[in-house]
């Protein structure tokens, strides 16, 4: 195919050059990413063959530089088999996804380059370089290192033949997660069926069964509708059935067990770490984080874990004294607790979702979340309408700085669940902030994705007090990728430690449910009125509530990640066996469970971002209960010098400054671990 008829390679003469959605086909990609690696290939080679002796400019700089078409290619495609998927998509994935493993690895193995950047870097503080341009060299060649690049002869070509590998299972582990979850589907047939749920998850219940061409109602495996089920529905055997279900997604049939992938993935990723010279591949994953070792990391989870446990078994007493009283016996059952939870919370704060969820709108929260940031960061934003995107639900943002009206970014934001959208909330980028460019800046673009049960046509969506914070965090990720302000694309926006890029998004959750915030956007779908200060005051006081449950489910999946990854014999590892040991160890009451089973683990075995990874958040917790304390302490949660200093330190600095450097630089001093325990009350 010609360069110029495949629309992911000619110019983009778009508003904001977006991808050209509207004529975007699934077989344009092989072709283009054909084109765009061999573009690549040809820039990062003439940075190797260049004669002149090597300088940050000719080697650094410029591979910053490199790969802006492939960049742009990799942007659409991975959007878009997250997003949008099909058959045809899923092809394309399977195809191609080894093809770009391979680029990567090539990339990341380009012993040319390494040279010329391995010479700068052991004269480094001779080069005259100011400290971003020092940051970018040491990132650069530890990026280098990190993949390889010291490796020789046989353990090199090993090590290349590992990543392909698993590029592969991760692929076949995200598609058999989903495609279970796609094919489950329990229709509410009767009146009975449907005992308990409120209006709001019948809506849903209703777009699922649209979706699947059932006239009805029908339930899915979509988070944001099984949760609202097992907390309303009567019905304790379809409960039952939801919940087994939900579980035993990855292991609901042979053609889509993900146990024998989740193995072989945790085997190569033991012989990749012994290739790098580390003991376990936990070591290995931990050099290049805030935490540094594993100790650290399992210090802090065992410091949260007792505490949690013993606060989880105290709210299943309650749970059950409560049951009993409705004639229920016998221990709580998994698929039990949401429902008696929820009416513990109701008699003990007469808190109901169902009442609160008419003050969260999905529009009215997205207008508080533009509403807290712009107070915050001096940003406004500005819809822009008649863009043709990749759906119709898809909106698109213009993010202009306020107090000099300049373009920031550009945000897109893609709020429905639906069966070619896979599960969970991320943020992602089509292109990332940039001055190193021939063009000088490049604004980023950049886009949220969650999954909340769209509402019926004609009415507004609603969102829970859960689905409130997740819109929220998600904006977080957002705002870094958006405020980001620096000179080269590797340092920008979420291009931090993984242990830090929690930060923005979890201190952002704070401020959705701030007063100030609270009466200006929750208002009431029907009546029009702002919430009322009765429940606002409920929603402080009943914070606490369940936290042992939610500390439990979270933290036994982070200490279960990090003995995977520390598992002295992976070759003789069952997933099923460990995962139950594990259990028994830690004493995870089995009513509350993990919250992510191993067959279903996304983050753990759908890339190898979040393996020995899985701590991140409550690491970050640490930063952001600590960092949000400092904003309360001035008795004004919008404190305008503490929000600058937030936006220069975090928030618009990308990875140009050390992680905990650039807390003290924002907080004054290091953070503490009490904040966290405070905020779940769990001292
Ligand atoms: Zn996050």
Same mark, same amino acid.
């Given at each position: 195919?010609?360069?110029?008829?495949?629309?992911?390679?000619?110019?983009?003469?778009?508003?904001?050059?977006?991808?050209?959605?509207?004529?975007?086909?699934?077989?344009?990609?092989?072709?283009?990413?054909?084109?765009?690696?061999?573009?690549?290939?040809?820039?990062?080679?003439?940075?190797?063959?260049?004669?002149?002796?090597?300088?940050?400019?000719?080697?650094?700089?410029?591979?910053?530089?490199?790969?802006?078409?492939?960049?742009?290619?990799?942007?659409?495609?991975?959007?878009?088999?997250?997003?949008?998927?099909?058959?045809?998509?899923?092809?394309?994935?399977?195809?191609?996804?080894?093809?770009?493993?391979?680029?990567?690895?090539?990339?990341?193995?380009?012993?040319?380059?390494?040279?010329?950047?391995?010479? +700068?870097?052991?004269?480094? %503080? @001779?080069? $005259? !370089?100011?400290?971003?341009? #020092?940051?970018?060299?040491?990132? /650069?060649?530890? &990026?280098?290192?990190?993949?390889?690049?010291?490796?020789?002869?046989?353990?090199?070509?090993?090590?290349?033949?590992?990543?392909?590998?698993?590029?592969?299972?991760?692929?076949?582990?995200?598609?058999?997660?989903?495609?279970?979850?796609?094919?489950?589907?329990?229709? +509410?047939?009767?009146?009975? %069926? @449907?005992? $308990? !749920?409120?209006?709001?998850? #019948?809506?849903?219940?209703?777009? /699922?069964?649209? &979706?699947?061409?059932?006239?009805?109602?029908?339930?899915?495996?979509?988070?944001?509708?099984?949760?609202?089920?097992?907390?309303?529905?009567?019905?304790?055997?379809?409960?039952?059935?939801?919940?087994?279900?939900?579980?035993?997604?990855?292991?609901?049939?042979?053609?889509?067990?993900?146990?024998?992938?989740?193995?072989?993935?945790?085997?190569?990723?033991?012989?990749?770490?012994?290739?790098?010279?580390?003991?376990?591949?936990?070591?290995?994953?931990?050099?290049?984080?805030?935490?540094?070792?594993?100790?650290?990391?399992?210090?802090?989870?065992?410091?949260?874990?007792?505490?949690?446990?013993?606060?989880?078994?105290?709210?299943?007493?309650?749970?059950?004294?409560?049951?009993?009283?409705?004639?229920?016996?016998?221990?709580?059952?998994?698929?039990?607790?949401?429902?008696?939870?929820?009416?513990?919370?109701?008699?003990?704060?007469?808190?109901?979702?169902?009442?609160?969820?008419?003050?969260?709108?999905?529009?009215?929260?997205?207008?508080?979340?533009?509403?807290?940031?712009?107070?915050?960061?001096?940003?406004?934003?500005?819809?822009?309408?008649?863009?043709?995107?990749?759906?119709?639900?898809?909106?698109?943002?213009?993010?202009?700085?306020?107090?000099?009206?300049?373009?920031?970014?550009?945000?897109?934001?893609?709020?429905?669940?639906?069966?070619?959208?896979?599960?969970?909330?991320?943020?992602?980028?089509?292109?990332?902030?940039?001055?190193?460019?021939?063009?000088?800046?490049?604004?980023?673009?950049?886009?949220?994705?969650?999954?909340?049960?769209?509402?019926?046509?004609?009415?507004?969506?609603?969102?829970?007090?859960?689905?409130?914070?997740?819109?929220?965090?998600?904006?977080?990720?957002?705002?870094?990728?958006?405020?980001?302000?620096?000179?080269?694309?590797?340092?920008?926006?979420?291009?931090?430690?993984?242990?830090?890029?929690?930060?923005?998004?979890?201190?952002?959750?704070?401020?959705?449910?701030?007063?100030?915030?609270?009466?200006?956007?929750?208002?009431?779908?029907?009546?029009?009125?702002?919430?009322?200060?009765?429940?606002?005051?409920?929603?402080?006081?009943?914070?606490?509530?369940?936290?042992?449950?939610?500390?439990?489910?979270?933290?036994?999946?982070?200490?279960?990640?990090?003995?995977?990854?520390?598992?002295?014999?992976?070759?003789?590892?069952?997933?099923?066996?460990?995962?139950?040991?594990?259990?028994?160890?830690?004493?995870?009451?089995?009513?509350?469970?993990?919250?992510?089973?191993?067959?279903?683990?996304?983050?753990?075995?759908?890339?190898?971002?979040?393996?020995?990874?899985?701590?991140?958040?409550?690491?970050?917790?640490?930063?952001?209960?600590?960092?949000?304390?400092?904003?309360?302490?001035?008795?004004?949660?919008?404190?305008?010098?503490?929000?600058?200093?937030?936006?220069?330190?975090?928030?618009?600095?990308?990875?140009?400054?050390?992680?905990?450097?650039?807390?003290?630089?924002?907080?004054?001093?290091?953070?503490?671990?009490?904040?966290?325990?405070?905020?779940?009350?769990?001292?």
């Amino acid at each position: 195919m010609p360069m110029n008829t495949n629309p992911l390679l000619a110019p983009w003469d778009t508003p904001h050059q977006l991808p050209p959605f509207d004529k975007i086909k699934p077989e344009h990609y092989a072709p283009a990413f054909e084109a765009a690696m061999a573009e690549h290939r040809a820039e990062v080679d003439a940075i190797a063959a260049t004669t002149e002796p090597a300088t940050f400019e000719n080697t650094v700089a410029a591979f910053d530089r490199s790969g802006q078409s492939f960049a742009r290619v990799v942007g659409v495609f991975f959007n878009l088999t997250s997003s949008e998927t099909s058959d045809a998509l899923q092809a394309a994935e399977r195809d191609l996804m080894p093809k770009i493993a391979a680029h990567q690895n090539w990339l990341s193995l380009h012993e040319g380059v390494f040279k010329r950047v391995d010479a +700068l870097y052991r004269t480094r %503080d @001779r080069l $005259g !370089l100011d400290p971003e341009q #020092l940051r970018l060299l040491e990132r /650069v060649h530890l &990026d280098f290192v990190r993949e390889g690049a010291l490796l020789v002869g046989a353990a090199r070509t090993r090590y290349a033949a590992i990543t392909e590998e698993l590029a592969g299972l991760f692929t076949t582990f995200s598609q058999s997660v989903l495609g279970d979850e796609a094919a489950f589907c329990l229709e +509410l047939k009767t009146e009975a %069926d @449907r005992a $308990g !749920l409120p209006g709001f998850v #019948l809506d849903a219940a209703k777009s /699922v069964a649209a &979706d699947k061409k059932i006239d009805g109602y029908a339930i899915n495996l979509s988070p944001s509708l099984v949760d609202p089920f097992l907390t309303y529905s009567t019905r304790r055997d379809l409960r039952e059935k939801v919940w087994r279900a939900f579980k035993a997604r990855g292991e609901s049939c042979a053609e889509r067990d993900t146990r024998p992938i989740a193995e072989k993935i945790l085997r190569l990723r033991a012989e990749l770490a012994g290739l790098m010279g580390y003991g376990t591949y936990a070591d290995y994953a931990l050099v290049d984080r805030m935490a540094k070792k594993p100790a650290a990391v399992n210090d802090l989870l065992m410091r949260v874990w007792e505490p949690a446990r013993a606060r989880a078994l105290t709210e299943q007493k309650d749970l059950e004294a409560l049951a009993a009283t409705e004639g229920f016996k016998g221990p709580l059952s998994g698929w039990d607790w949401n429902f008696y939870a929820e009416k513990l919370r109701q008699r003990r704060f007469k808190l109901d979702e169902a009442e609160l969820k008419p003050y969260f709108q999905l529009d009215r929260m997205m207008d508080a979340m533009f509403d807290a940031a712009g107070r915050l960061y001096g940003i406004g934003f500005k819809e822009v309408h008649g863009v043709p995107l990749y759906h119709p639900d898809v909106r698109l943002f213009e993010v202009r700085s306020t107090a000099v009206d300049t373009l920031v970014g550009v945000f897109l934001v893609d709020s429905f669940a639906r069966s070619t959208k896979r599960g969970g909330a991320w943020m992602s980028e089509f292109r990332g902030q940039s001055r190193n460019r021939p063009g000088g800046l490049e604004y980023p673009i950049i886009i949220n994705n969650t999954n909340f049960a769209k509402a019926a046509a004609g009415k507004p969506t609603l969102l829970s007090l859960d689905d409130v914070r997740t819109l929220f965090h998600e904006f977080g990720h957002g705002l870094h990728g958006l405020l980001s302000n620096v000179t080269y694309n590797r340092l920008a926006g979420t291009s931090v430690l993984r242990d830090f890029v929690e930060l923005p998004s979890q201190i952002n959750e704070h401020w959705a449910l701030t007063p100030a915030i609270l009466k200006k956007h929750a208002i009431h779908a029907q009546t029009g009125e702002a919430i009322p200060d009765r429940l606002i005051e409920l929603i402080k006081k009943s914070e606490h509530f369940n936290q042992g449950f939610l500390t439990v489910a979270y933290t036994s999946c982070a200490l279960i990640d990090m003995s995977l990854h520390q598992h002295p014999n992976p070759e003789k590892l069952s997933l099923a066996d460990f995962e139950a040991s594990e259990c028994k160890r830690l004493g995870v009451p089995e009513a509350v469970g993990m919250r992510h089973r191993l067959p279903q683990f996304r983050h753990l075995f759908s890339d190898n971002g979040y393996a020995a990874g899985y701590y991140v958040y409550m690491w970050a917790e640490v930063l952001d209960a600590d960092g949000f304390e400092a904003f309360e302490a001035t008795g004004d949660v919008f404190n305008p010098e503490l929000a600058a200093k937030f936006k220069r330190f975090v928030l618009s600095a990308g990875n140009t400054l050390d992680p905990a450097d650039a807390y003290r630089a924002f907080r004054g001093r290091d953070p503490d671990v009490g904040a966290l325990l405070r905020g779940r009350g769990l001292v």
